[in-house]
């Protein structure tokens, strides 16, 4: 084993070089640049040395290690950005805002890198990985509700709009969610006829590839006219909330970029089976049906789920694209901060959809995990 | 009994197994052999109608199984095949007890089936019956796909090239089990390979299959003694011939009285254990365990080519 | 494949009309515009969006797929042996945020325009190229390796000769994924007021014409479905 870690070591000198650069902005109000703030302007020495010796930390070889310090070197900034605040407000006027900066956001980023890092390298099972997920978001709850952050201008912002925030969430989620199950339902029997009969495949998945292409804002675009000729042609179609505009052609949008991930890795997975097993399973007299839900199933079940989970994290992401089309979601707050120069808007906007793209992630990843057959697993 | 009826298979233009017909009785090993190419899969799936033959007819004691549910008549067929298949998701047990669950059988019935099958194949069952196939050797991988075909005691048993994934001590091994347990056992069994040497040596009948004909239906000895065509010849192996004729026949057969000095050879071994003996020890004769001699001229007399 | 042949001329022609002379399909559009309103997009030529839009990507995409390949070429190597866990790492997490919102992210730090457009295609058109390129220098045939070294290939020849041509197909697929994420992601950058193609469905949206949105989505979806086609094309030349 090394003396140090080369990864450690790019943290320990792009960290050092973080350092020197601004940690926080305060700004006259929401809309002005602000000037930025070195970290040790901010005088809140127990963090700044924390910081230091997570960097140091992060050198060492042993992950265990590394992981503590990623730990403490979040737990530090995120103190020191919550006194920074209190003191950089202490003296600034009614309207003043301010903003963890460039080194606060490169310094999180090495520290989460760090933790990332040793996490591979521990490579935990999946269900201690479940209970790292809930410790991390149980930490990230009790800064939120603590009010530790509450001074930073996007924390203002956040006040000044919480109630349209959490129809956002659940806008969001609706959007994300709700088409993949939609996707789910058309896409899993599709899958499965595609993987019994050569010729269907051949037409569909191609199809589902090409619709793949189509960029999302286009897509989004050409879904208007289309449910509107329906929302007015089909009869009742209106009453069950179909309109040229909003929450539906988004929703539409989303279910048809979600077929292809779903079909295609249904299909890969039933295909994964060994032929020599679905062979004898044939042999020994198990019905279609049955080998369907006894073989093919549970052996294609973490090809099928990396599906789901690649249609999650893209949904997730593409959701923001409704808040174009009044589809509500993350993607409002994004836009309109586009419109209104509103940088701390725009992370409100921004960083949930990365939270909940990540977390997605790791949770699915969990998922795929467990659903491998276990003698793969015990290797 | 099982009766092969004129059984046909097209594939497009080419004509995969050509009105096949032959009986196998209820009770024996019956080896189909043939080159890659000659239908003998094709002839064997159409006995459980993995495939569906194009005409002529299979009948199981009597009764034509194309009137059949095909998934039904597969669960009275055992089933085997190379590289095992086993379900790579389910334990040994749940494996071998797969056919006896899909016929409904009591749980404490496929349990006492499944160790009775494993101490049968010589696997302890508390070792081996909640491990999962991926972490068995190959050997006793194989061990598991017969012992499963083998579970709900079926009317026949299907066997494609089931030791062909195996090194040859392995299979060997493999080889002598199956012969035993289907003497244990009393089943009908019929066997796929392209192995000559293993269709002598565990068949009671071989049928050779050649561009989807069967050239010839015999018992081994008559095989190697009068083979039907050069192709039966060549897959005999003309210069391996006398040893396969001697595989056949036993040490008791040739005993006579006399004494001889060295290491004494069963009276159970084959002819060619007892050819191999004598050349590796130099000697003319060998004593034989349970009394008398057999000598390496009366041994050389049996290797002679038929007149 | 056929049907390739006469579909793939005409979807080209489709979309140089479109382009070329919008004001061909006044007839086609003229239902969706509102009353009186403008049915084709005349504030700026499609013409010179479409080229500004393909330069963005073709920017991005070259200077991602050199930056991407050198990092693989890295991690592969002895020397860069032991970043390779953490480049995966960074691979799979990067790839989950999504593209909206790196480019919403790259305005707080780099203000409006295309400056920040092109670095978010930059950033996000690196992740695809670089997973695929790391899978295609790391699956290859085990035996041709061998030989390669058998036969006194020097480490720089291997790499040379041997490996990046053996993954080449795997590289492309990743920059064909790129590139075709790069289409997409550049249609919103037009949000952040880089100019391109999203222009004409935003302007769209904003004013209810639905004309405009039909005319921005037609045009970028024939682009991305014909960039697609044709590395797909290049993609089977190369490995056949």
Redesign the interface.
């Known amino acids: 084993m090394r003396a140090v870690s080369p990864p450690g070591l790019v943290f320990a000198i792009v960290g050092g070089a973080l350092l020197c650069v601004p940690f926080m902005t305060l700004a006259a109000n929401r809309i002005v640049a602000g000037h930025g703030v070195m970290v040790w302007a901010l005088g809140y020495w127990p963090a700044l040395m924390g910081m230091i010796a997570a960097l140091g930390a992060g050198l060492s070889p042993r992950p265990t290690l590394r992981l503590f310090a990623g730990a403490l070197g979040l737990a530090c900034i995120t103190a020191q950005v919550s006194q920074g605040a209190d003191l950089l407000l202490a003296d600034a006027g009614d309207y003043a805002r301010t903003s963890p900066a460039a080194g606060f956001w490169g310094l999180l980023a090495v520290f989460s890198l760090l933790i990332a890092d040793a996490l591979t390298q521990l490579h935990p099972r999946p269900l201690l990985r479940a209970g790292l997920l809930i410790v991390a978001l149980a930490a990230l709850a009790v800064v939120f509700w603590s009010g530790l952050l509450g001074d930073l201008s996007i924390a203002q912002e956040y006040v000044s709009r919480a109630r349209q925030f959490w129809t956002a969430l659940a806008q969001h989620l609706q959007l994300a969610l709700g088409s993949l199950a939609v996707a789910v339902v058309i896409g899993f029997p599709l899958g499965v006829l595609c993987h019994r009969r050569g010729g269907l495949r051949r037409a569909m998945l191609p199809m589902l590839s090409f619709l793949q292409t189509i960029p999302s804002l286009a897509m989004f675009g050409i879904m208007i006219p289309l449910l509107a000729w329906v929302a007015t042609t089909v009869p009742g179609a209106r009453e069950i909330g179909i309109a040229g505009i909003g929450f539906a052609p988004a929703f539409v949008a989303l279910v048809l970029y979600s077929l292809l991930p779903v079909v295609g890795n249904t299909v890969a997975g039933l295909d994964a089976v060994p032929p020599a097993t679905s062979d004898a399973a044939r042999g020994m007299g198990l019905s279609a049906t049955q080998q369907l839900w006894q073989v093919e199933l549970p052996l294609g079940l973490p090809v099928l789920l990396t599906g789901v989970r690649i249609v999650m994290v893209q949904n997730i992401g593409l959701a923001v694209i409704a808040g174009l089309i009044g589809g509500g979601g993350f993607g409002s707050f994004v836009f309109q901060g586009l419109n209104q120069t509103a940088t701390d808007l725009i992370l409100l906007g921004a960083l949930p959809t990365v939270l909940l793209a990540l977390v997605a992630a790791v949770l699915m990843d969990i998922l795929v995990d467990l659903a491998r057959p276990v003698s793969e697993t015990a290797r | 009994m099982i009766e092969i009826d004129q059984l046909t298979k097209r594939f497009g233009e080419t004509t995969a197994v050509d009105s096949v017909s032959m009986t196998v009785e209820t009770g024996t090993i019956t080896v189909i052999v043939g080159t890659s190419g000659s239908g003998k899969s094709t002839l064997m799936r159409m006995i459980?109608r993995?495939e569906e033959p194009t005409s002529g007819q299979v009948r199981i004691n009597g009764e034509a199984t194309g009137t059949m549910t095909p998934?039904?008549?597969?669960?009275?067929?055992?089933?085997?095949?190379?590289?095992?298949?086993?379900?790579?998701?389910h334990t040994v047990a749940r494996n071998i007890g797969?056919?006896p669950r899909?016929l409904g059988w009591p749980k404490a019935q496929i349990a006492e089936r499944v160790d009775e099958l494993l101490t049968l194949f010589s696997m302890a069952p508390d070792a081996f019956r909640d491990r999962?196939?991926?972490?068995l050797s190959g050997g006793q991988q194989q061990r598991v796909?017969v012992a499963?075909?083998l579970a709900s005691r079926p009317d026949v048993m299907?066997m494609d090239e089931p030791f062909g994934a195996l090194d040859p001590i392995i299979r060997h091994r493999a080889q002598e089990d199956l012969a035993r347990i289907q003497r244990q056992l009393g089943s009908t069994i019929i066997l796929v390979t392209h192995d000559m040497e293993e269709a002598i040596r565990l068949g009671d009948r071989v049928a050779v299959m050649d561009k989807g004909k069967l050239v010839q239906y015999a018992r081994p000895s008559e095989i190697i003694a009068n083979p039907a065509s050069t192709f039966v010849r060549e897959m005999l192996g003309d210069e391996d011939r006398p040893l396969r004729q001697l595989s056949l026949m036993h040490v008791s057969d040739l005993i006579e009285a006399g004494d001889a000095d060295g290491v004494a050879i069963d009276a159970d071994a084959s002819l060619r254990e007892a050819l191999s003996a004598c050349l590796w020890s130099g000697r003319d004769a060998l004593p034989v365990a349970q009394g008398g001699r057999i000598t390496l001229d009366a041994i050389r007399a049996q290797a002679e080519q038929p007149a | 494949m056929k049907s390739g042949l006469i579909l793939r001329p005409f979807l080209v022609v489709l979309l140089l009309a479109m382009v070329l002379r919008p004001v061909w399909f006044t007839p086609l559009l003229a239902p969706l515009a509102p009353e009186n309103g403008p049915v084709i997009y005349e504030r700026a030529s499609l013409w010179s969006l479409t080229i500004s839009h393909l330069g963005l990507v073709l920017a991005a995409s070259l200077s991602a797929t050199v930056v991407a390949v050198g990092l693989a070429v890295f991690v592969t190597r002895p020397i860069g042996a032991a970043f390779l866990p953490l480049s995966r790492t960074v691979t799979n997490i990067g790839q989950t945020f999504p593209p909206v919102a790196v480019l919403a992210l790259a305005v707080p730090a780099l203000g409006f325009g295309a400056g920040p457009t092109l670095v978010a295609l930059f950033l996000y058109g690196l992740l695809p190229i670089f997973d695929n390129a790391v899978t295609g220098l790391r699956t290859l045939p085990p035996v041709t390796m061998d030989a390669a070294r058998g036969i006194g290939l020097s480490p720089s020849q291997r790499l040379r000769t041997v490996e990046l041509p053996l993954a080449l197909p795997v590289i492309l697929t990743g920059v064909r994924l790129s590139v075709v994420i790069a289409l997409g992601t550049a249609t919103i950058g037009s949000t952040v007021a880089a100019r391109t193609l999203g222009e004409v469905i935003i302007a769209g949206l904003l004013t209810n014409n639905t004309a405009f949105v039909v005319q921005g989505g037609v045009i970028t979806g024939l682009l991305a479905l014909l960039i697609h086609d044709g590395l797909v094309l290049l993609e089977k030349r190369l490995s056949a």
């Not at chain 2, 998934?71 to 998701?89: C, D, K």
């Not at chain 2, 999962?132 to 972490?135: A, E, I, N």
């Open positions: 459980n993995l998934h039904l008549l597969r669960r009275r067929i055992g089933y085997a095949i190379q590289g095992h298949g086993l379900f790579p998701h797969a056919v899909l999962y196939p991926g972490d796909g499963r075909a299907l």
